[in-house]
C-alpha cells in the first residue's frame, strides 16, 4: 500500500515503480486536471525560501519523489522510501499508458525545436503514442493564457510540462483549474533527454545512485545545482521531523 511522509512540511508520496504507474492511470481517469510534481533535493531545498514553490508542492495531487538524495533524506528523518523513483522514467511509463488508453499528450518546454524532437523520438519508441501538440517553455507568465488556449485546444490529456524548476510547478499550480488535460506533470529535463540533445546516465551510475555524478562530468558548471543535494541533507539531519 502506498502512502505518504512529509519532509520539512512537504509531502512525498510513499511509492513503489508499479504503485506510481496505477496512481498515474487513475489521474488520467478522474475529472479535473490533477498536478503532479517530481520533487528532488534541489526542489526542497529551493522550497525552503521560495514559498510559492512549497505552497505548489503542498497542493500537488502525486509527489513522486525524485532521486537517490530524497531516498537518503527520508531514511534519515525515519521515514524510508520504498524505492528509488525517477520523474523521467514515471513520465516514459505514463506515456506508455496514454498510448494503451487513446490519451493524447502535449510536450510543454525545452528550446525551440526540443519539443518536436522529442515528440518524433517518442513516438518511435511508444507504439500508438498520439502527441496532440508541443511548444517550446520560452514564454513569460504574461503569456500563460496563450499557452494554455493552445494546450487545451490541441485536446491532449496529458500534459508532460519540462520548465524546470520552479518554472514548472508555479505554472502547474496555477493552471490547473483551466487546463483542460486530464493530468499534468512536472518532468525537468526529459524532453530534452528524449530529444537526445541531452545523454542520460547508463544504467550502472543510475542503479548505483550515481546519476548526479554523470551529470556532473558532462556540465560541471552543474556544481552548483549539485551541492544543494548535501545542503538538504544538512538541513534533514540537523531539524526534527516537520
Given at each position: 500500500?502506498?502512502?505518504?511522509?512529509?519532509?520539512?512540511g512537504?509531502?512525498?508520496?510513499?511509492?513503489?515503480s508499479?504503485?506510481?504507474?496505477?496512481?498515474?492511470?487513475?489521474?488520467?481517469s478522474?475529472?479535473?486536471?490533477?498536478?503532479?510534481?517530481?520533487?528532488?533535493?534541489?526542489?526542497?531545498y529551493?522550497?525552503?525560501?521560495?514559498a510559492?514553490?512549497?505552497?505548489?508542492?503542498k497542493?500537488?495531487d502525486?509527489?513522486?519523489p525524485?532521486?537517490?538524495?530524497?531516498?537518503?533524506?527520508?531514511?534519515?528523518?525515519?521515514?524510508?522510501?520504498?524505492?528509488?523513483?525517477?520523474?523521467?522514467?514515471v513520465?516514459?511509463?505514463?506515456?506508455?499508458?496514454?498510448?494503451?488508453?487513446?490519451?493524447?499528450?502535449?510536450?510543454?518546454?525545452?528550446?525551440?525545436?526540443?519539443?518536436?524532437r522529442?515528440?518524433?523520438?517518442?513516438?518511435e519508441?511508444?507504439?500508438?503514442?498520439?502527441?496532440?501538440?508541443?511548444?517550446?517553455?520560452?514564454?513569460?507568465?504574461?503569456?500563460?493564457?496563450?499557452?494554455?488556449?493552445?494546450?487545451?485546444?490541441?485536446?491532449?490529456g496529458?500534459?508532460?510540462?519540462?520548465?524546470g524548476?520552479?518554472?514548472?510547478?508555479?505554472?502547474?499550480?496555477?493552471?490547473?483549474?483551466?487546463l483542460?488535460?486530464?493530468?499534468?506533470?512536472?518532468?525537468?529535463?526529459?524532453?530534452?533527454?528524449?530529444?537526445?540533445?541531452?545523454?542520460?546516465?547508463p544504467?550502472?551510475?543510475t542503479?548505483?545512485?550515481?546519476?548526479?555524478l554523470?551529470?556532473?562530468a558532462?556540465?560541471?558548471?552543474?556544481i552548483?545545482?549539485?551541492?544543494?543535494?548535501p545542503?538538504y541533507?544538512?538541513?534533514?539531519?540537523?531539524t526534527?521531523?516537520?
Open positions: 500500500m502506498s502512502g505518504r511522509i512529509y519532509l520539512r512537504i509531502p512525498l508520496d510513499v511509492l513503489t508499479s504503485e506510481a504507474a496505477q496512481r498515474m492511470e487513475q489521474l488520467l478522474a475529472d479535473g486536471c490533477s498536478v503532479v510534481v517530481t520533487p528532488n533535493c534541489e526542489i526542497l529551493a522550497a525552503e525560501k521560495n510559492q514553490l512549497r505552497d505548489a508542492l497542493n500537488a502525486l509527489a513522486v525524485d532521486g537517490i538524495g530524497v531516498v537518503k533524506a527520508a531514511k534519515m528523518a525515519g521515514m524510508p522510501l520504498k524505492e528509488r523513483l525517477a520523474g523521467i522514467d513520465c516514459f511509463g505514463t506515456l506508455k499508458i496514454c498510448a494503451e488508453k487513446g490519451v493524447s499528450v502535449f510536450l510543454l518546454g525545452g528550446k525551440p525545436g526540443v519539443a518536436e522529442a515528440a518524433e523520438n517518442l513516438k519508441q511508444i507504439p500508438g503514442l498520439v502527441i496532440a501538440g508541443t511548444a517550446d517553455g520560452y514564454f513569460s507568465e504574461s503569456e500563460e493564457t496563450q499557452i494554455i488556449q493552445t494546450i487545451n485546444d490541441s485536446g491532449a496529458f500534459l508532460a510540462a519540462g520548465l524548476s520552479p518554472k514548472q510547478e508555479l505554472f502547474m499550480s496555477r493552471s490547473a483549474s483551466a483542460k488535460t486530464r493530468a499534468c506533470m512536472g518532468v525537468g529535463g526529459s524532453l530534452d533527454v528524449w530529444s537526445k540533445d541531452v545523454e542520460r546516465a544504467e550502472r551510475f542503479k548505483a545512485g550515481l546519476e548526479w554523470f551529470r556532473l558532462k556540465q560541471p558548471s552543474r552548483k545545482r549539485i551541492v544543494k543535494i545542503a541533507l544538512l538541513l534533514v539531519k540537523f526534527k521531523k516537520s
